[in-house]
């Protein structure tokens, strides 16, 4: 029997007008044989969980660097919570939960060891920049599986590009800058609102800051507690964008503003706090430091690297393997290749 054609009509039947029906999806980069169980976004969600990539996530780190309590978040929780608050929002809206739920766990499988302070590095040395967005797009597409890619749908790479804002816009005016579906319009705020979240938490928890440090204004619209501003936001783009009905995601202006509030907020006194920003200055150039000692000595690099090595591109190399390791992983390369070692007794 095939079981992929029973749950597209029923996706036919109950979800949304808007929402990226899996048998309209504009396909793979190469054709494939489908799946009989799967439609093509919950063959996708699969792919990438059992990704050598989503599995590093674990290690790498989201704000604090190599945190020894438990309760810190990684770049994985993040990655789950974003998926989690996707699809809360995509449910509400009947919108397609496996596109949102694939989108959501392979939009961060490009970040760099160190957070958002490799990325920069990087993005510094590297001829061309580097972006996180892009190489999580570069990861589906030619890194993974030995340099076959995962060969995933238009859909969900679509998400994928277009999931980061940094400090732009938390709902793009321009088009271009959208996700094409409402489903990767979904997880590009679920990301904001996970992050803006949890990073307060795990900054109060490392008492970085206190919870009264919170701006009065910030706190009458979203809340005092974590699991209020969750539930203000989520529930603020269901009903506006349920209220609009129309092929995009919307929420309000008032929520917007204490959005972007709180981002400010985080940057002035999390992110960029001398405490936090120490030590991503001293992983910066351990990043720097390696990349320039790899670049000198290409069979060096070749020894270590195994299938990220290609001699027509060795920087580009250089860059896939650096941005693809966990904090812990580069800690001890970096330690075995680069710090002296005590002469040995004998």
Same mark, same amino acid.
């Given at each position: 029997?095939?079981?992929?054609?029973?749950?597209?009509?029923l996706e036919e039947q109950n979800l949304s007008e808007f929402a990226q029906l899996s048998s309209?999806?504009?396909?793979?980069? /190469?054709?494939?044989?489908?799946?009989?169980?799967?439609?093509?976004?919950?063959?996708?969600?699969?792919?990438?969980?059992?990704?050598?990539?989503?599995?590093?996530?674990?290690?790498?780190?989201?704000?604090?660097?190599?945190? &020894?309590?438990?309760? *810190?978040?990684?770049?994985?929780?993040?990655?789950?919570?974003?998926? @989690?608050?996707?699809?809360?929002?995509? $449910?509400?809206?009947?919108?397609?939960e496996d596109l949102t739920e694939a989108v959501a766990?392979?939009?961060?499988? #490009?970040?760099?060891?160190?957070?958002?302070?490799?990325?920069?590095?990087?993005?510094?040395?590297?001829?061309?920049?580097?972006?996180?967005?892009? @190489?999580?797009?570069?990861?589906?597409?030619?890194?993974?599986?030995? #340099? $076959?890619?995962?060969?995933?749908?238009?859909?969900? $790479?679509?998400?994928?590009?277009?999931?980061?804002?940094?400090?732009?816009?938390?709902?793009?005016?321009?088009?271009?800058?959208?996700?094409?579906?409402?489903?990767?319009?979904?997880?590009?705020?679920?990301?904001?609102?996970? *992050?803006?979240?949890?990073?307060?938490?795990?900054?109060?928890?490392?008492?970085?800051?206190?919870?009264?440090?919170?701006?009065?204004?910030?706190?009458?619209?979203?809340?005092? &507690?974590?699991?209020? $501003?969750?539930?203000?936001?989520?529930?603020?783009?269901?009903?506006?964008?349920?209220?609009?009905?129309? /092929?995009?995601?919307?929420? +309000?202006?008032?929520?917007?503003?204490?959005?972007?509030?709180?981002? &400010?907020?985080?940057?002035?006194?999390? *992110?960029?706090?001398?405490?936090?920003?120490?030590?991503?200055?001293? !992983? +910066?150039?351990? =990043?720097?430091?390696?990349?320039?000692?790899?670049?000198?000595?290409?069979?060096?690099?070749?020894?270590?690297?195994?299938?990220? *090595?290609?001699?027509?591109?060795?920087?580009? !190399?250089?860059?896939?393997?650096?941005? #693809?390791?966990?904090? /812990?992983? =580069?800690?001890?390369?970096?330690?075995?290749?680069?710090?002296?070692?005590?002469?040995?007794?004998?």
């Open positions: 029997m095939n079981f992929r054609k029973k749950i597209q009509a309209k999806s504009k396909g793979r980069m /190469r054709h494939e044989p489908a799946c009989n169980i799967r439609p093509i976004f919950q063959h996708d969600r699969d792919r990438i969980i059992h990704s050598k990539s989503f599995r590093r996530l674990k290690h790498k780190t989201q704000v604090f660097l190599s945190p &020894t309590g438990d309760h *810190y978040r990684t770049r994985l929780t993040h990655t789950l919570e974003v998926s @989690q608050i996707a699809r809360t929002m995509a $449910r509400a809206l009947r919108l397609n766990l392979g939009h961060d499988l #490009g970040h760099t060891p160190f957070g958002h302070a490799g990325e920069e590095v990087l993005n510094k040395i590297h001829p061309g920049g580097f972006r996180h967005v892009e @190489q999580s797009l570069r990861v589906v597409d030619v890194l993974e599986k030995n #340099g $076959r890619g995962l060969n995933l749908s238009f859909e969900v $790479r679509d998400g994928i590009l277009k999931h980061s804002k940094g400090k732009g816009a938390i709902i793009p005016t321009n088009s271009k800058n959208n996700a094409v579906t409402l489903e990767g319009q979904l997880v590009r705020l679920a990301d904001i609102i996970a *992050y803006v979240n949890h990073d307060l938490d795990d900054a109060i928890r490392g008492k970085v800051i206190r919870k009264c440090d919170i701006p009065k204004d910030i706190v009458d619209v979203l809340g005092d &507690t974590h699991a209020k $501003r969750i539930n203000r936001m989520v529930v603020d783009v269901i009903e506006q964008t349920y209220k609009k009905n129309e /092929r995009k995601i919307h929420a +309000s202006d008032e929520l917007i503003d204490a959005i972007k509030a709180l981002r &400010t907020f985080l940057y002035k006194m999390v *992110y960029d706090n001398d405490v936090v920003h120490g030590d991503f200055v001293k !992983s +910066s150039r351990i =990043i720097t430091e390696l990349y320039g000692y790899y670049l000198e000595k290409p069979d060096d690099f070749k020894q270590v690297s195994g299938d990220f *090595y290609r001699k027509d591109d060795l920087q580009q !190399s250089i860059c896939d393997f650096i941005a #693809g390791m966990s904090d /812990r992983y =580069i800690l001890h390369l970096y330690k075995e290749t680069l710090l002296p070692r005590p002469w040995s007794e004998f």
